[in-house]
């Protein structure tokens, strides 16, 4: 990239995510979940467990819409709610067992083929994509206050 200003580099990485995302999904050729259920149950699994409201904010939709994927979810036996363990009028929404599977079984196979191209990498270039890693992470993170 000849243009190395912050700009062209969030446009270029902007680009790459949006590519890779798709080719990932792509390589589910079966999915049991549709995207915004897979993303859905990404969070409550790594939440360990979340209000519906919460779940709603992290997924960037309106409480009706996050309804209407959890009761998706229920229905296919994936989620269940339970009460809010400090708001007696709340509920979290947890991952089942049969869930956790799910997810996971389609996460191996959209992340097999990119395991696959990052083999393909020397030593030395899978070491600085790993190093990078950590900015990775910090641009996908809200910005700290």
Known sequence: MADD???????????????????????????????QEASAMAVIIYSEGISPSALADLEQVKRPTITQVVNGLIGKRLVRREPHPTDGRGSIIVATELGF???????????APLADRIRA?????RRRLEAAMPL??????????
Request: proline residues 9%; aromatic residues 8%.
């Open 121 to 125: 990498f020397s030593p030395s270039e």
């Open 136 to 145: 990775f992470e910090r641009l996908s993170l809200p910005p700290k206050d």
């Open 5 to 35: 200003s912050p700009d062209a580099v969030a446009t270029e990485l902007s680009i790459m995510a949006v590519r890779l995302i798709r080719w990932l999904r792509a390589a589910d050729e079966t999915p049991a979940l549709t995207g």
């Open 101 to 111: 599977e799910t997810w996971k079984t389609g996460q191996a196979r959209k992340i």
